[in-house]
């Protein structure tokens, strides 16, 4: 793939629109169709087609491995640690009222503290899978 100028020129003006369109699905979750699973799924797919498109030694520099397998229990601990904010506050587990001063802000903290949490979990794993099986050959 390396002489494919068409190619390599277009993923690299593509991959920032992913990007957009990722934040947009993470940040609308809460309001509509969307949010952490969807998110990491497509900035995983951007990874990916870095990869299909660079190679897998270049997608590694950009996204080393010890990066994305130290960013699955990340992601676990930011949905768990909301969890246990809000037991330490004293309301029941993930119950996000008490995390603001009202609790429909609190909700909307709560909220996006577990979607990011699941985007980043989502996308390192699909990246530590793909990386997995890409390099097996090797």
């Known amino acids: 793939m390396k002489t494919d100028l068409v190619l390599r020129v277009g993923t690299k003006l ?3 629109f992913m990007l957009l369109f990722a934040l ?3 940040f609308h979750g809460e309001l509509g169709p969307g949010g952490g699973f969807q998110a990491g ?8 087609l870095y ?3 660079f190679g897998l030694t270049a997608a590694k520099r950009v996204v080393p ?10 992601g676990v601990l930011i949905y768990a640690g ?3 904010v809000t ?9 996000y009222s008490r995390l603001a001063h009202d609790p429909p802000h609190g ?5 996006f503290a577990v979607e990011l949490g699941v985007l980043v979990t989502v996308s390192a794993t699909m990246v530590a899978i793909f990386y997995a099986f890409v390099g097996r050959g090797r």
């Open 24 to 26: 947009y699905v993470q």
């Open 87 to 95: 037991l330490l506050k004293g309301a029941s587990y993930l119950d």
């Open 82 to 84: 909301t969890g246990i």
């Open 51 to 53: 990869a299909l498109v």
């Open 14 to 16: 593509i991959l920032p």
């Open 107 to 111: 909700h909307e903290y709560g909220i």
């Open 41 to 48: 799924v497509i900035t995983a797919g951007m990874v990916i």
């Open 65 to 74: 491995q010890a990066l994305v397998e130290r960013m699955i229990p990340v």
